[in-house]
């Protein structure tokens, strides 16, 4: 079965440093999401992608925060200068978007730990 | 603001017995619900999902319920298994008029089910 994958599952930075967040997608689905759970709270959205493009997005998903297809593969999070709070479980998510399904797959998540 | 929340954070249940989970939301305009089980160390993954034009919808061994009257949800489980004990989160999603979505989750629920 199709699912999507994330990488790194756990990445430690410094404050200040730049991170990448790597996602691919399932293969046939156009509709790419990025969500972060900060530890024992629930899910937050940050983006929603479509056609190369931002759809949507929350107020969390302030300047620091880009998000990039570079390739027909890969979804990628970039945070630009990483502060003690965007420590958190980040999760790619892709949806198919048909009239019979919005249901959103979601990866593993990358757990990011900024020191 | 808008936000979707859960009634009780905590739920334990004798294995063979049946569960509800409940969850309230407060966009009248969401269309679309859906329910996700996260196990530790995992992504949220779909269990069931309900579209507003309809009150119940059922899988197998879950159903949800729709009360739109009262802005409520709620998954049932039926004879709980121990695989079964994970957080359960409710989301809501809303398309807006440019046919972008935003899925908003829950707080979640920790079910335990008890051998």
């Known amino acids: 079965e199709p699912e999507v994958t994330q990488t790194p599952s756990h990445q430690v930075t410094q404050m200040g440093q730049e991170v990448i967040l790597r996602c691919v997608p399932i293969?046939?689905?156009?509709?790419f999401y990025w969500y972060r759970q900060i530890l024992g709270q629930k899910v937050e959205f940050l983006v929603s992608?479509?056609?190369?493009?931002?759809?949507?997005k929350s107020e969390i998903f302030d300047d620091q925060f880009s998000v990039e297809r570079p390739d027909g593969s890969n979804f990628t999070l970039k945070i630009r200068s990483t502060k003690l709070e965007d420590s958190a479980m980040y999760f790619c998510?892709?949806?198919?978007?048909?009239?019979?399904?919005?249901?959103?797959?979601f990866g593993p998540g990358t757990r990011l730990t900024v020191l | 603001g808008e936000s979707v929340g859960l009634h009780l954070p905590t739920l334990s249940v004798q294995e063979g017995d049946n569960s509800i989970i409940n969850c309230a939301y407060s966009?009248?305009?969401?269309?679309?619900f859906i329910w996700y089980k996260q196990e530790s160390g995992k992504g949220p993954q779909f269990i069931i999902d309900?579209?507003?034009?309809?009150d119940k919808r059922q899988g197998q061994r879950v159903t949800v319920l729709l009360n739109k009257t009262v802005k409520h949800l709620s998954l049932q489980i039926a004879a709980t298994q121990p695989g079964d004990s994970a957080v359960y989160f409710c989301?809501?999603?809303?398309?807006?008029?440019?046919?972008?979505?935003?899925?908003?989750f829950g707080t979640g629920t920790r079910l335990t089910i008890i051998p």
């Open positions: 293969s046939n689905h156009l509709y």
């Open positions: 309900i579209r507003s034009n309809m």
């Open positions: 998510a892709s949806s198919p978007r048909t009239s019979l399904s919005n249901e959103q797959f």
């Open positions: 989301a809501e999603n809303f398309i807006s008029n440019f046919g972008n979505e935003k899925l908003t």
């Open positions: 966009n009248s305009a969401s269309d679309y």
């Open positions: 992608f479509y056609n190369n493009e931002i759809s949507e």
